[in-house]
T-cell receptor, first 112, second 111 residues
Framework: QQQVKQSPQSLIVQKGGISIINCAYE??????FPWYQQFPGKGPALLIA?????SEKKEGRFTISFNKSAKQFSLHIMDSQPGDSATYFC???????????FGSGTQLTVLP | DAGITQSPRHKVTETGTPVTLRCHQT?????MYWYRQDPGHGLRLIHY???????DKGEVSDGYSVSRSKTEDFLLTLESATSSQTSVYFC??????????FGQGTRLTVV
């Protein structure tokens, strides 16, 4: 049972373009929604995160949009750069142990 | 890498053999997690620990056991490795309500 669904599986964007990755969740007990960035051969690293009491969070070129009623959240990468080429995972957590439930990942390629 | 070391980084083993992966942290964090990463599945939680000798199962715990006898070490054991356990394994640590930090991963191949 996949509690966090992520799309698209892969994304190709031109340099300077906007990359958009979408996620949907089912468990209303989730209260923390991070995005992780992973480069080949490395572990995932936290990129940006949001809690459900806000609808948007921006850090530099990265923005999370959150829709609590629709149980959806998305990552927007403005002015995408070749260095942004990586795999991106959305995730959600809740409960005392705060274990993360991950989406299936999006492989982003930014063309120069 | 936030003081997390996974060992070994790569291992090839035969079906039916026992395998133990180690996660070592220098941060004294309470929570430690083992995930496996497979194409099309993202990362899935195997087991986690919320203190010394305190562990619980995750989404894909069948065929795996864990132990945490010291705060800094969290061991993942495959009692009898199968080809379906070929994967990349990641350890993560967390303290309180802060972000989770991941190790570099262990690539395990079961032949």
């Amino acid at each position: 049972q996949q509690q966090v669904k992520q799309s698209p599986q892969s994304l190709i964007v031109q340099k300077g373009g906007i990359s958009i990755i979408n996620c949907a969740y089912e468990n209303t007990a989730f209260d923390y929604f991070p995005w992780y960035q992973q480069f080949p051969g490395k572990g995932p690293a936290l990129l940006i995160a949001i809690r459900p009491d806000v609808s948007e969070k921006k850090e530099g070129r990265f923005t999370i949009s959150f829709n609590k009623s629709a149980k959806q959240f998305s990552l927007h990468i403005m002015d995408s750069q070749p260095g942004d080429s990586a795999t991106y995972f959305c995730a959600a957590s809740g409960g005392s142990a705060r274990q993360l439930t991950f989406g299936s990942g999006t492989q982003l390629t930014v063309l120069p | 890498d936030a003081g997390i070391t996974q060992s070994p980084r790569h291992k090839v083993t035969e079906t039916g053999t026992p395998v133990t992966l180690r996660c070592h942290q220098t941060e004294n964090h309470r929570y430690m997690y083992w995930y496996r990463q497979d194409p099309g599945h993202g990362l899935r939680l195997i087991h986690y620990s919320y203190g010394v000798k305190d562990t619980d199962k995750g989404e894909v715990s069948d065929g795996y056991s864990v132990s945490r006898s010291k705060t800094e070490d969290f061991l993942l054991t495959l009692e009898s490795a199968t080809s379906s356990q070929t994967s990349v394994y990641f350890c993560a640590i967390r303290e309180g309500n802060t972000e989770a930090f991941f190790g570099q991963g262990t690539r395990l191949t079961v032949v």
